[in-house]
């Protein structure tokens, strides 16, 4: 299993950016799909971006054109830039690894970070 730790989170004003990183460990890093979800107070997790071993991403139609995926084998992490932040990205960001990225857009993850949280101000 990979252990995975979350960092770069904060409180930014609307317009704002943030970049979030993600450090993993324990087995194979490179073979794996790595992705980020989120969740605000009282609502599900739900995916937001993914990014397969060879660097085919993909996100949510909610975050797609603002927020970038990205990742770095050689230091097992994965980084998501965030620009254009709107009150409504506010959520508790949850890194996420799963062999498939596929799978993991449909919310199947085999690996959870603890979650950094992002509050964005109006």
């Known amino acids: 299993q990979v252990q995975l730790v979350e960092s770069g989170g904060g409180l930014v004003q609307a317009g704002g950016s943030l970049r979030l990183s993600c450090a993993a460990s324990g087995r194979t890093f490179s073979a794996d799909g790595m992705g980020w979800f989120r969740q605000a107070p009282g609502k599900e997790r739900e995916f937001v971006a993914a990014?397969?071993?060879?660097?085919?991403?993909t996100y949510a139609d909610s975050v797609k054109g603002r927020f970038t995926i990205s990742r770095d084998n050689a230091k097992k992490s994965v980084y998501l830039q965030m620009n254009s932040l709107k009150p409504e990205d506010t959520a508790v960001y949850y890194c996420a690894a799963n062999p498939s990225t596929a799978a993991m857009t449909n919310g199947q993850v085999s690996s959870w970070g603890q979650g950094t949280q992002v509050t964005v101000s109006s």
């Open positions: 990014i397969s071993w060879s660097g085919g991403s």
